[in-house]
């Protein structure tokens, strides 16, 4: 049984938890137990589990926040959902998320075996070749990610499975060993994540720029100028609205520089500083419903959808220049990371071959991203 599909079974009922035990095992399958959600995200067994069958009632995690904390961390294990007290609404998040079944206890041995032979498929399925990318919100919501990631795959045959979050949250997801390879934008940050050894071989990527937006009403006066932090000031000597992302992105880790340079302290508690603390997509539907004035890079500006009533207005400064890198998890750290595949998606998107990728993208008809520039 040594090479049997490894079932993990999550139950906080220890005789639930033997029973089903028995019964997996009398089907062929090697098995292991434990008593709580949080117990088996710490034993870092998901990668190895074909199966995970959990129960929804729990202390601490239920079932369903088990099965969305995996999704979260980008791990692809089937989840069958067992329970003494169904309902079509746990039924249908549980479903929804993707789980391949949902019993109620007390189960047949024919329905359990039809719930695991879907996931055995699901998990043979899922081991094809991938590796997990940490990304910055701005590749997913300027759509270049949409655009390159079918190309990589017909090159390599290896699956891309991203991860959108700001880039302070992707380097942090990075130093847990939770991606293969980050795609960020932050010089200062990537290079301290690789000194602090979670990562190794940072690479330029590509750059584009940051833009300000605002009210076509202007009532700050920047439009047309050249300098971000004279915009900036002019933006709270008005008191104009301003919406930040606010989420430790690389996004708002350049406005926070930004406002620095111009000698500025935003108060979160003010009445014209807005944070709004998620991605770009959200603060520029925040900024337009506020009519207010927000820094963005111009790929995810020029693929949004719902900017009425907002233009760009400051530009063309070299302090907006937005570059993006690549960075390997460091093997020697995380030694269960998918190095060799994602050295292949690290050389691919640092080369030619990514590049003309990365390049061919238009919005509109415009190019978005330009081949990496010397730093500065």
């Known amino acids: 049984m040594s090479n049997a599909p490894l079932i993990s079974i999550v139950d906080d009922d220890a005789l639930a938890r033997h029973g089903i035990r028995e019964l997996i095992e009398s089907l062929g399958y090697r098995t292991i137990t434990f008593g709580s959600a949080e117990d088996f995200l710490k034993s870092n067994m998901a990668a190895d589990t ?12 239920s079932g369903l926040e ?93 699956d891309v499975h991203v991860i959108a979050v700001g880039t302070g949250q992707a380097l942090a997801m990075g130093a847990r060993g939770y991606a293969d390879a980050l795609l960020v934008h932050d010089r200062a940050g990537e290079h301290k994540f690789v000194a602090d050894n979670f990562g190794v071989d940072r690479r330029d990527v590509i750059y584009n720029d940051y833009v300000i937006v605002g009210p076509s009403s202007d009532p700050a006066s920047i439009h047309g100028l050249k300098n971000a932090r004279q915009a900036l000031s002019q933006i709270a000597q008005a008191a104009a609205p301003f919406a930040s992302r606010g989420d430790d992105s690389g996004t708002h ?24 603390g998620r991605g770009m997509g959200a603060t520029l539907n925040t900024a337009t419903a506020m009519k207010a004035y927000t820094l963005t890079d111009r790929a995810t500006w020029a693929n949004f959808k719902n900017g009425q009533g907002l233009e760009t207005l400051t530009e063309v400064h070299p302090a907006l220049i937005n570059p993006y890198g690549s960075i390997l998890a460091n093997p020697a750290k995380w030694p269960k990371v998918k190095f060799d595949e994602a050295k292949i998606w690290h050389e691919w998107i640092t080369t030619k071959p990514g590049l003309d990728a990365i390049l061919s993208y238009r919005i509109n008809g415009e190019e978005l991203f330009f081949p990496p520039r010397a730093e500065a």
């Open 50 to 61: 074909a199966c995970l069958i959990t129960d929804l009632q729990m202390p601490g995690l």
């Open 66 to 158: 088990l099965q969305e904390a995996l999704r979260s961390q980008g791990s692809h294990t089937p989840v069958i959902l067992i329970t003494a007290f169904p309902n079509e609404k746990h039924r249908n998040r549980a479903l929804d998320n993707g789980a391949v079944g949902f019993l109620s206890k007390p189960f047949d041995e024919a329905s359990l075996i039809k719930c695991l032979t879907a996931a055995i498929t699901a998990f043979g399925q899922a081991v094809k070749r991938f590796v997990t990318l940490g990304s910055t919100t701005s590749m997913r919501d300027s759509g270049l990610l949409d655009h390159i990631l079918p190309l990589f795959k017909a090159a390599s045959g290896i």
């Open 253 to 276: 880790r350049m406005e926070v520089r930004l406002w620095k340079a111009a000698g500025i302290t935003p108060d979160p508690r003010g009445d014209w500083y807005r944070v709004v």
